[in-house]
């Protein structure tokens, strides 16, 4: 019996829209349907139009329907074969389909092979260019850059999109375009049979996650009077007056103290608002206080209870100005603390918007009467508020939402906190240092910070460079303005500027410096018109090292002891100990200068050998020992180890001449080490870390006690200054509203 040859299904010569409805199409492009319903794209299946497709089905020839008959399968019979090579018009329409199906496939097959590489592909949306990154290690990674019709580079980063959040250009996060290459070169080997990487990586943040929840103390969870130990606190409240309170003005000084003086002779005599505001202060003095921060789970634990105070609902009888510098030393306690310190950029917008009801962005000359101290506490803490709104802006990448329109409050002036207990106090001269002048020099530079970083960080900001330089140019103007009245002090007699308040001053602007010129630094490696922001990132990012770590002695000591000034023991321990600020700065700091010695390791192999920068090199080298410090002291994460480990040893490998495979094998067993190193530590940390989250009266031991573990009814004033009511100024004790008398 003759086979009956099975006629093929008529070829769709309809678009895609009107063969889905079913209705009739005109077969034009566009057709008609697709005019009538604004479809801007009228596609047809075989990508041909009516006058392609007939041209081409009475073309065909012998030759090219011969080239078509390999793509049919191994099971087509004889007939079926010889079929496929005449020339017939729906023979040919066949072959190309198979044609189309088959580089279909080889699409997707590619596709699918890149998704267990580290993925870069830019995805084109209307006003920019998403390049995605992503690991088994770090996660997905979607890098917002520049638009090409801006003028700018390819390579110009202005915002990074990573889970729920999105970061502009000032977070650290922006350089994680930085570390695609040393992730491309582990990413291959990560599933491959024997290797550890990932095992260990997942193991260490099951450890970490158990480790917190055992830390974080129950929620919420009421103000209770426990403190340490008398020596102890007073330790800590000089570790605080001597650290936070020289740079940021939050407290009176001899208020606070004699305060505190009455609560260890009559405890109970306390009321909650001070109680809270001590505790804040011991929490912010532990970040200090040693090199493991043995106090951390206390210090957590005041926080909470803080938290806790602040969160109760109906806290109009509590809008006055201590209410206010609780809320400002909160801020600054979940940061150094690492209690959420990733959303504290949120709670001050909060805190903005508290003031700005109870009035504090209008000048006191505006208002109704008050006294010298209570006009300059409320410049002060203005002044701390707009400071900590730019400064978080600056950490979170997130717009700062103020401006310099917004207040008319003057900068606080130039008093002693001792002047203010007499009333009418004269202002010292601007040449005279006192407790607010380096809150003053902030003040002065506040302008052209805060236009880098709206410059960073607000929506749609598309600077061109030459506005870059421009913002680098007013930048540094105004630092040295600041830094001619700094010197003025230092060479005075009488009293100075603490050694740390300069150095923080100092860390201050070049985070802002750095900032401004990061976006240019990736393009700066192919691009010689950014070779200026190339230099100005590697110089101040080894500013910002050095200004913490002076010297590899200061991270390392055979005795156990930090060595140097009282002022770079505090930014020392900061930076191991604190989270927030002075944790990314160094850490920001570090990856930038790794980046700038492999560029260099890699520009060696076309210009030919050249002299690496040592001083560079020690910092890559002291980044890890650091890092390492940082998980003695109870940091959870393990990823700036293993970062730190990969940079290490990625620099060493090109440096020994290793490329390729055998460079990536010598990445991935170091990788491994680091984390193999890690695991014993955390699960030493889990294992002496019970309990931690439901204990009370944990305060009451001492300091060798405790874990080393890691993130009103008072009658009266506060404030004994007779007519100089601070506390309650703005309620009397019935909640009703009184003058500004």
């Excluded at 929506?459 to 830094?483: F, I, V």
Aim: aromatic share 8%; charged share 20%; with cysteine.
């Amino acid at each position: 019996m003759a086979e009956i040859e099975r006629r093929r299904r008529r070829p769709p010569i309809s678009c895609v829209l009107c063969r889905r409805r079913k209705v009739r199409c005109n077969r034009e492009t566009p057709c008609s349907n697709c005019l009538r319903s604004k479809n801007a794209s009228c596609i047809y299946e075989n990508q041909f139009s009516q006058s392609q497709q007939e041209s081409e089905l009475h073309s065909s020839t012998p030759t090219i329907a011969a080239a078509a008959a390999p793509s049919l399968t191994s099971k087509s019979s004889p007939r079926a074969v010889t079929a496929a090579t005449t020339s017939t018009p729906a023979s040919y329409q066949s072959s190309k389909d198979i044609e189309f199906l088959k580089d279909k496939i080889k699409q997707l097959e590619e596709q699918l092979s890149q998704s267990n590489r580290t993925a870069r592909s830019p995805i084109q949306t209307p006003g920019s260019n998403i390049e995605a990154i992503s690991s088994r290690i770090g996660g997905t990674f979607y890098i917002h850059h520049e638009d090409t019709l801006a003028g700018q580079p390819p390579g110009i980063s202005r915002s990074v999109t990573h889970k729920s959040r999105m970061f502009g250009q000032s977070h650290w996060i922006t350089g994680m375009s930085l570390v695609r290459d040393i992730l491309a070169l582990i990413e291959p080997h990560i599933h491959e049979e024997g290797c550890r990487i990932t095992t260990l990586m997942l193991k260490s943040k099951s450890l970490a996650r158990s480790i917190k929840a055992k830390r974080n103390p129950p929620w919420p969870l009421p103000l209770v009077t426990d403190l340490p130990p008398k020596d102890i606190a007073d330790e800590l409240v000089d570790r605080y007056f001597q650290t936070a309170e020289t740079v940021y003005r939050i407290l009176h000084i001899p208020s606070f103290k004699r305060e505190y003086e009455a609560h260890w002779i009559s405890p109970a005599e306390s009321n909650s608002a001070f109680l809270v505001q001590l505790k804040l202060v011991l929490a912010i003095g532990a970040t200090t206080y040693d090199e493991k921060f043995t106090l951390r789970a206390s210090a957590m634990r005041w926080v909470y209870e803080a938290q806790t105070w602040v969160s109760e609902p109906g806290f109009k009888h509590r809008l006055n100005i201590q209410y206010l510098q609780n809320n400002i030393l909160l801020l600054l306690a979940r940061e150094f603390v690492d209690v959420g310190p990733d959303l504290v950029w949120i709670s001050a917008g909060t805190l903005v918007r508290i003031a700005v009801y109870m009035g504090l962005h209008k000048d006191p000359t505006r208002l109704p009467k008050m006294s010298t101290f209570i006009a300059e506490m409320r410049r002060r803490l203005w002044n701390t508020i707009l400071e900590l709104s730019l400064q978080l802006s600056v950490i979170s990448g997130g717009p700062p939402f103020i401006s310099l329109d917004m207040f008319s409050t003057e900068p606080p002036g130039n008093f002693d906190d001792e002047q203010l207990t007499v009333e009418d106090p004269p202002p010292q001269p601007e040449s005279h240092f006192t407790q607010t002048s380096v809150a003053i020099i902030l003040r002065k530079i506040f302008p052209a910070r805060l236009a880098v970083v709206k410059f960073l960080n607000d929506h749609g900001s598309s600077g061109t460079y030459k506005e870059t330089l421009q913002l680098d140019s007013e930048l540094r103007a105004s630092y040295k303005s600041a830094l001619r009245i700094l010197q003025g002090y230092k060479s005075a007699t009488g009293s100075r500027p603490s050694e740390y308040a300069m150095d923080a001053l100092n860390l201050l602007m070049n985070r802002y410096c750095l900032s401004l010129h990061i976006p240019f630094f990736a393009p700066a490696m192919d691009e010689a018109a950014y070779a200026f922001s190339r230099r100005v990132v590697v110089e101040t990012s080894l500013k910002i090292w050095r200004g913490i770590f002076p010297s590899p002695l200061a991270l390392s000591s055979q005795s156990g002891q930090s060595v140097g000034s009282p002022s770079q023991l505090s930014l020392v321990r900061l930076a191991v100990c604190a989270s927030g600020f002075f944790r990314i700065s160094p850490l920001q700091a570090s990856v930038l200068i790794a980046s700038e010695l492999i560029g260099q390791l890699r520009e060696e192999e076309t210009l030919g050998p050249g002299l690496i920068r040592q001083d560079l090199l020690s910092v890559v080298r002291e980044a890890k020992n650091w890092a390492w410090k940082c998980i003695e002291a109870g940091e959870t994460s393990i990823k700036g180890y293993f970062l730190a480990s990969l940079h290490v040893a990625h620099i060493e490998g090109l440096m020994q001449g290793l490329e390729g495979e055998e460079l990536s094998r010598y990445v991935v067993r170091e990788g491994e080490k680091a984390e193999e190193m890690c695991l014993p530590v955390l699960e030493e940390m889990l294992a002496n870390g019970k309990d931690e989250g439901s204990t009370r009266g944990l305060e009451q031991n001492t300091p060798s006690q405790l874990v080393e573990d890691w993130d009103l009814t008072m009658s009266g004033a506060l404030f004994d200054f007779g007519e100089m009511e601070l506390v309650n100024w703005g309620f009397d004790e019935n909640d009703q509203e009184l003058s500004f008398g």
